[in-house]
């Protein structure tokens, strides 16, 4: 049967006893109502106000979790391993100054060649590649005095005049793991000062600076066991300091170095803050009200997307996207949708929550979830709202 209203007015009131716009909850393949999906925030505790229970998602994420390889201490292997990885050493494409006494034939600049070695007038090919650069002092000498240019040892002078930047792979749990290139310095950046100046010194080389070119180490990360492999042999770092204020295990990386970092299978709520191997930022993919605007400026949105600090919860970022707050008359009830990915598995999930009930809710932090890169939130206006938007439609339809 086919029902026909005679005014438009009875057509809006039609319409928002019928709950038009209600729909089915999302369907998630990962069971999220039982807080078995990639955090436990993602489920929505179907309990009474009064009965609410008291943070439980960090218990419930932990129990998916296996031991940290490094162990309770472990941070014994992790300092041996750092100690043998210490050091100024060398790799491809450095700019070495290198002097020999008084003998202007040897003294100058020298680049790291790529097959790792460095090459001076009338010597063979000195190995540098990985190596620092006392011991490259020695195999100058030891070259000299075998080819009869020096009858004694003479003073020799190896120092780095410039870092080069270097490829490393890096994998495991970290937001995109690739290759990546650290430690190049833009030429608007140089200082001229620093060029010139004997010696030279960098943190762009480092294993931190690798890690968050790599995206940064994802929440389910084990950093008390991160994986650094060079020339064949496969060293164990504990990077637990850089959460706990200490300082922390970081080594300089050589072109051709490999860094895994293992995962614990679990959601870990103590990884989701800003540290120097976490991800510089949550990039946000937004869909405005029901009154779209005109431009991304006037909603304070970039191109495409909202920056927000690493660690927001789903709660900051829709109070961030302007969807919470206004009328009460016409702007409470209004509910949001996250989608995410769970960066383990790669399945999609698809979380919808009711703003108001939300933030009144004692347990809301149960529930509340945190942000991962690449998120993306819509907001939905209130009933009221939605019935005001039919009612303007009706009328710029209308005759």
């Given amino acids: 049967?086919?029902?026909?209203?005679?005014?438009?007015?009875?057509?809006?009131?039609?319409?928002?006893?019928?709950?038009?716009?209600?729909?089915?909850a999302p369907d998630n393949l990962e069971p999220v109502a039982q807080g078995d999906a990639y955090q436990a925030q993602y489920r929505q505790p179907d309990v009474s106000r009064d009965d609410a229970q008291f943070l439980r998602?960090?218990?419930?994420?932990?129990?998916?979790?296996?031991?940290?390889?490094?162990?309770?201490?472990?941070?014994?292997?992790?300092?041996?391993?750092?100690?043998?990885?210490?050091?100024?050493?060398?790799?491809?494409n450095d700019l070495v100054d290198i002097r020999v006494g008084d003998d202007e034939t040897f003294n100058g600049d020298y680049v790291v060649s790529r097959d790792g070695t460095l090459k001076l007038p009338f010597l063979a090919p000195i190995p540098a590649q990985g190596r620092l650069t006392s011991q490259v002092e020695t195999d100058i000498a030891r070259q000299l005095l075998a080819g009869d240019f020096f009858a004694e040892t003479p003073r020799i002078s190896v120092r780095v005049a410039d870092f080069a930047s270097v490829t490393v792979g890096v994998s495991g749990a970290v937001f995109e793991?690739?290759?990546?290139?650290?430690g190049g310095v833009p030429g608007d950046q140089v200082d001229s000062r620093r060029q010139q100046a004997l010696g030279a010194s960098t943190e762009g080389r480092n294993l931190s600076a690798a890690l968050r070119a790599a995206g940064g180490v994802r929440p389910d990360a084990d950093i008390s066991a991160v994986e650094v492999r060079?020339?064949?042999?496969?060293?164990?770092?504990?990077?637990?300091?850089?959460?706990?204020?200490?300082?922390?295990?970081?080594?300089?990386?050589?072109?051709?170095?490999?860094?895994?970092?293992?995962?614990r299978g679990c959601f870990q709520e103590d990884l989701m803050r800003p540290s120097p191997i976490s991800p510089p930022g949550i990039s946000l993919f937004l869909s405005n009200l029901t009154q779209p605007a005109t431009g991304n400026a006037p909603s304070a949105i970039g191109r495409e997307t909202r920056e927000v600090p690493y660690g927001t919860r789903y709660l900051q970022a829709v109070v961030n996207t302007n969807c919470v707050g206004g009328a009460r008359a016409t702007s409470a009830n209004r509910s949001s949708v996250l989608f995410s990915r769970n960066p383990i598995t790669k399945v999609s999930v698809v979380i919808e929550r009711d703003i108001?009930?939300?933030?009144?809710?004692?347990?809301?932090?149960?529930?509340?979830?945190?942000?991962?890169?690449?998120?993306?939130?819509a907001c939905y206006d209130s009933t009221v709202t939605n019935v005001g938007e039919i009612g303007r439609v009706l009328g710029l339809l209308r005759p």
């Fill in 1 to 24: 049967m086919v029902q026909v209203f005679k005014s438009s007015t009875a057509l809006v009131a039609a319409l928002a006893l019928s709950g038009c716009a209600a729909l089915d």
């Fill in 57 to 92: 998602s960090a218990t419930i994420n932990a129990q998916k979790c296996r031991a940290p390889r490094g162990g309770a201490g472990g941070k014994a292997s992790g300092a041996t391993a750092a100690s043998a990885l210490r050091g100024e050493r060398l790799t491809r």
């Fill in 177 to 182: 793991p690739r290759a990546v290139e650290i």
């Fill in 230 to 263: 060079r020339g064949g042999t496969l060293y164990t770092l504990d990077m637990r300091g850089v959460f706990e204020g200490q300082n922390a295990v970081d080594i300089m990386l050589l072109t051709g170095d490999e860094v895994n970092v293992p995962s």
């Fill in 356 to 377: 108001e009930n939300l933030l009144r809710r004692a347990d809301r932090d149960d529930y509340d979830p945190f942000l991962l890169p690449g998120d993306s939130i």
